[in-house]
């Protein structure tokens, strides 16, 4: 394995990124609710507007944006974020959006159809845009259904997510009869991994 390049560490290169999803995030807000179309903030956006209720030394940051829309609005949605600069493209199976090329396609703006599933693998699919409540900041994909797509995903960043819910309080052992199995499995091991449990 090639040793990459490294370069000075700079306050811009590390939190600079952070700041550029946090403005992604308003401007795609602005845009679905300046056009009234339905939406929801879900992934790890949702998860550190959930967490920031509670603890925001908890919120970990998140590089991409995702937002749970119909598919019967996509064609509103692309003319709107086109009006305000985005590009609209697909990729393995995501239809996204970015600024510009500069943007990497796994930091942009990334559409969840609600009502269908993410991935044929999946048990249930992606909730209703219903599924939701508005915050002072945007409509966010509610804890039950939030919690849901984070156990039916399962990767790495995803059980992470799962475990600052738990360490926020937010959810804990009497979620585990909600789910059917494998998922309530899944969340069972999560929250009794002695790992996980937040330093005091």
Same mark, same amino acid.
């Given at each position: 394995?090639?040793?990459?390049a490294?370069?000075?560490p700079?306050?811009?290169?590390?939190?600079?990124?952070?700041?550029?999803?946090r403005?992604?995030?308003?401007?795609t807000?602005?845009?679905?609710?300046?056009?009234?179309i339905?939406?929801?903030?879900?992934?790890?956006q949702?998860? =550190?507007?959930w967490?920031?209720?509670?603890?925001?030394?908890?919120?970990?940051n998140?590089?991409?944006?995702d937002?749970?829309?119909?598919?019967?609005?996509?064609?509103?949605?692309?003319? =709107?974020? =086109?009006?305000?600069?985005?590009?609209?493209?697909?990729?393995?199976?995501?239809?996204?959006?970015?600024?510009?090329?500069?943007?990497?396609p796994?930091?942009?703006?990334?559409?969840?159809f609600?009502?269908?599933?993410?991935?044929?693998d999946?048990?249930?699919?992606?909730p209703?845009?219903?599924?939701?409540?508005a915050?002072q900041?945007?409509?966010?994909?509610?804890?039950?259904a939030?919690?849901?797509?984070?156990?039916? =995903?399962?990767?790495?960043?995803?059980?992470?997510h799962?475990?600052?819910?738990?360490?926020?309080?937010?959810?804990?052992a009497?979620?585990?009869a909600k789910?059917p199995?494998?998922l309530?499995?899944?969340?069972?091991?999560i929250l009794?991994?002695?790992?996980?449990?937040?330093?005091?």
């Amino acid at each position: 394995m090639a040793t990459p390049a490294l370069v000075e560490p700079t306050w811009e290169r590390m939190y600079g990124k952070v700041e550029i999803v946090r403005q992604r995030l308003e401007r795609t807000v602005r845009v679905l609710e300046g056009a009234n179309i339905p939406y929801a903030i879900a992934g790890g956006q949702a998860v =550190a507007s959930w967490v920031a209720r509670v603890d925001e030394a908890l919120v970990r940051n998140t590089r991409d944006v995702d937002v749970l829309v119909r598919r019967a609005d996509l064609t509103q949605i692309v003319a =709107a974020m =086109a009006a305000d600069g985005f590009k609209h493209a697909e990729a393995w199976g995501v239809d996204f959006f970015i600024e510009d090329e500069t943007v990497k396609p796994a930091e942009g703006v990334h559409l969840i159809f609600a009502n269908e599933r993410i991935r044929p693998d999946y048990l249930t699919p992606a909730p209703s845009v219903s599924e939701s409540e508005a915050t002072q900041l945007f409509r966010v994909v509610n804890l039950d259904a939030l919690l849901l797509m984070k156990l039916e =995903a399962h990767r790495p960043k995803d059980v992470m997510h799962i475990v600052d819910l738990m360490n926020a309080g937010l959810i804990d052992a009497s979620w585990v009869a909600k789910y059917p199995q494998p998922l309530n499995a899944r969340l069972e091991q999560i929250l009794n991994d002695p790992n996980n449990r937040q330093m005091i």
